[in-house]
């Protein structure tokens, strides 16, 4: 039995910490068009999303069309590629409504590129250099 549909999410990353988009194009590999196409994506910590659906009103054999999810990686995730999954529930031409297999599609979790240190890493080396000027003061007086 062959998959009803192709799928290409290019490549999707997102820093640590962030959100963002994934697109993924979705191909039509029946030979017979299917309408209603509900597609449902289900993530694991540390990717999230709060916006999990999509649809598709009708794809004819061969025929692709791009639908987008908002996704996110906690602070916690480590820099590497997460799987998310996505099913689809689809109408047939004789009206039989239809589960796909799920699909596996790649996110890449990055370095956060919120750009120089982190402000308490700052503000405690700040601490440190006054703790010591302070301290080496009252040493020589």
Known sequence: DTPEFALDSNGTSIGVGQSGNIDVTVTNTRDVTLTDIEAQL????????????????????????????????????????????LDFQYD????????????????????????GGSPLVLVGGLVLVLVLAVGGYMRFR
């Open 92 to 115: 047939e031409p004789d009206g039989d409504t239809k589960l796909s297999d799920s699909y596996s599609e790649p996110i890449e979790v990055t370095e956060s590129d919120s750009g």
């Open 42 to 85: 289900f993530a694991s910590s540390p990717i999230s999303t709060d916006d999990d659906t999509a649809f598709i009103a009708e794809l004819g054999p061969g025929e692709s069309e791009t639908i987008t999810f908002s996704v996110s990686a906690d602070g916690g995730a480590i820099e590497k590629t997460y799987p998310v999954s």
